[in-house]
């Protein structure tokens, strides 16, 4: 039972690092969004830099490993 919890623990977190970095790379900021009052658009889309790329290399696989 303790082995199922942490890979759903694992799958979560992986998930939720991957929604969170694409919403960043085509949306942007989303607190800056939030204070402009739009959530959608994607002309702020912020590039990320040579370290977060090699990241979600290794990170993106992970959600469907797990």
């Given at each position: 039972?303790?082995?199922?919890?942490?890979?759903?623990?694992?799958?979560?977190?992986?998930?939720?690092?991957?929604?969170?970095?694409?919403?960043?790379?085509?949306?942007?900021?989303?607190?800056?969004n939030?204070?402009l009052?739009?959530?959608?658009?994607?002309?702020?889309?912020?590039a990320?830099?040579?370290?977060?790329?090699?990241?979600?290399i290794?990170?993106?696989?992970?959600?469907?490993?797990?």
């Amino acid at each position: 039972m303790k082995q199922r919890q942490l890979l759903t623990l694992i799958f979560l977190v992986s998930l939720l690092a991957t929604i969170g970095s694409l919403y960043i790379s085509y949306f942007g900021d989303p607190r800056n969004n939030m204070y402009l009052g739009d959530l959608r658009n994607p002309l702020r889309g912020i590039a990320p830099c040579a370290l977060c790329r090699y990241t979600r290399i290794c990170m993106f696989p992970v959600v469907f490993i797990s």
